[in-house]
């Protein structure tokens, strides 16, 4: 089964720059909303950010506002994380999830299912 699939992670100087990528279905980018999360070892997992079928973004945690944004590229199907300034504490495994269910806005960060496999984000020196 294909919903969402994730790429893009890995291995990041601190203040460096890394974009990830979820490529899902047109079905899913026009009816659903699509977040990023995150999960640290050790943490707990975290919305980070979602882009709504309407086209405006939410950012879900300070800590990334201002260097992460959410876009989209309808003709990939593909929603991208571009990721800037990354720190050390920005390591995790990334995941993208849809929307629980159709919807033109972004839901809270429980509100999602149907994730990815996830990918690895690495920032060290």
């Known amino acids: 089964q294909f919903e969402l699939k994730e790429s893009g992670g890995g291995l990041v100087q601190p203040g460096g720059s890394l974009t990830l990528s979820c490529t899902t279905s047109?079905?899913?980018?026009?009816?659903?909303?699509i977040g990023w999360f995150r999960q640290a070892p050790g943490k707990e997992r975290e919305g980070v950010s979602c882009?709504?079928?309407?086209?405006?973004?939410?950012t879900y945690i300070d800590s990334v506002k201002g260097r992460f944004t959410i876009s989209k590229d309808n003709l990939k199907n593909t929603v991208y994380l571009q990721m800037n300034s990354l720190k050390t504490d920005d390591t995790a495994v990334y995941y993208c999830?849809?929307?629980?269910?159709?919807?033109?806005?972004?839901?809270?960060?429980?509100?999602?299912?149907?994730w990815g496999q996830g990918t690895q984000v690495t920032v060290s020196s």
């Open positions: 999830a849809k929307s629980l269910r159709t919807m033109l806005g972004c839901p809270l960060p429980r509100e999602f299912g149907a």
């Open positions: 047109k079905s899913t980018l026009d009816h659903y909303a």
């Open positions: 882009l709504a079928v309407s086209g405006v973004p939410t």
